[in-house]
């Protein structure tokens, strides 16, 4: 493990050990530094598996997986699917993907994030069109619990694409996905806040 590996490993310890899934903990304290997310994942994986390294892994390996089948299928929307096993290929062997792979932390698992909301708004002009638009909207938040404002990046990225398909923020059905994916970290910050303040409460009563 690398030092954070540790880091996360250890505050998903925490979570178990206290049954705080919502604030993360460092040595007993609130550490409001980051979100919870992949702290949560790691828990959870390891409350269902067993406290071990496969468990502490499995979050970022199902992420690194689902990546190179979204990859594949992006290659086929945007190139043909002549080849298109190439982009996954060419992804699988890159130095970046193979070594944050075989980390417990939240890089991969945005990554994927980010990949699945280029293939949505890819997909928005397919039958499915409601459900892409949906899920477009679903990835920012989610996104946005594993790595915060850094989310700004991959949008600003898409604003040609997202000026030429402005209808989608128009669309009831991604306004839906937008908000359903911000209910984890909305829930996570107002427990947060909610606890701090009941602390501050107690000190001041006595």
């Known amino acids: 493990m690398c030092i954070r590996d540790r880091f996360y490993a250890l505050q998903a310890r925490w979570i178990l050990e206290k049954g705080n899934w919502t604030i993360p903990l ?14 949560f994942l790691i828990a959870k994986s390891q409350e269902i598996f067993g406290e071990n390294l496969f468990a502490a892994y499995l979050p970022t390996t199902i992420s690194s997986i689902v990546m190179l089948i979204i990859t594949y299928k992006l290659h086929e929307e945007l190139i043909g699917k002549k080849f298109a096993i190439a982009s996954p290929l060419i992804l699988s062997t890159t130095f970046l993907w193979f070594d944050y792979s075989h980390l417990a932390t939240q890089d991969l698992i945005y990554s994927c994030l980010v990949t699945i909301g ?4 890819v997909k928005t002009n397919s039958k499915k069109e409601l459900v892409y638009i949906s899920l477009f909207g ?12 850094l989310v700004a990046i991959p949008i600003t990225s898409l604003l040609p694409y997202l000026i030429k398909k402005k209808y989608i923020f128009t669309s009831k059905y ?33």
């Open 26 to 39: 460092w040595w007993g304290d609130f550490n409001l530094d980051r979100t919870i997310g992949i702290q």
């Open 138 to 149: 679903l990835w920012i938040g989610l996104a946005f619990m594993m790595k915060t404002f």
């Open 118 to 121: 280029i293939f949505s708004i």
């Open 174 to 206: 991604f306004w839906f996905g937008l908000i359903i994916g911000f209910i984890p970290v909305s829930y996570t910050h107002l427990r947060a806040h909610e606890t701090l303040r009941y602390l501050v409460c107690r000190l001041l009563l006595e």
